[in-house]
């Protein structure tokens, strides 16, 4: 299903620097009351897009790649937040959004439980968000160096969460 928002309400989401697929997900598991599993599998379905899009990027378009590459690890921190019930970030979302505070909070309690890899992991992601999106100084080569780290988020996420 395609859904169109109108152009106003578009123009604003991205003013804010909303992430709009993000955003409907939790914000139709919330309004509808779902089952939070079905949030978790959404953002983890938005991970595993974002990571084969940034794939098929890195030597094409490394800046977008970039981008799709840290979107991946982001939704794979939102799903393993939302799977390990991270209250203190998901209380916080709740009554706003998600912001990088919450983001590097919930990463903190992933890995807790995972290994620092995990954290470490989100450093090269976020290497990929700043220094590759919005700078766009890493060439195809960085950027397919750390594609590993975000891969390996997203995959560890689905094993976790049970659907890989």
């Known amino acids: 299903m395609i859904v169109a928002i109108p ?39 938005l991970a595993s897009r974002y990571l084969e899009e940034g794939k098929g990027l890195v030597d094409k378009d490394p800046v977008q790649a970039s981008e799709k590459l ?46 620092k890899w995990f954290r470490y992991s989100w450093d090269s992601a976020w290497v990929l968000h700043v220094w590759g999106f919005h700078e766009a100084r890493l060439d195809a080569e960085s950027v397919r160096e750390r594609l590993p780290d975000v891969e390996g988020m997203v995959l560890e996420a689905r094993k976790v969460i049970g659907l890989g």
């Open 7 to 45: 152009k106003r309400l578009a123009q604003e989401l991205e003013r804010r620097g909303a992430d709009v697929e993000s955003l409907i997900i939790d914000s139709l598991v919330k309004s509808l009351g779902l089952d939070p599993s079905i949030g978790v599998e959404a953002h983890l379905e």
């Open 70 to 115: 840290y979107k991946a690890a982001e939704e794979a921190v939102k799903a393993l937040a939302m799977h390990f019930n991270v209250k203190e970030v998901l209380d916080v979302v709740e009554r706003s959004r998600w912001s990088v505070t919450e983001l590097v909070r919930a990463v903190t309690e992933i890995s807790k439980k995972l290994g």
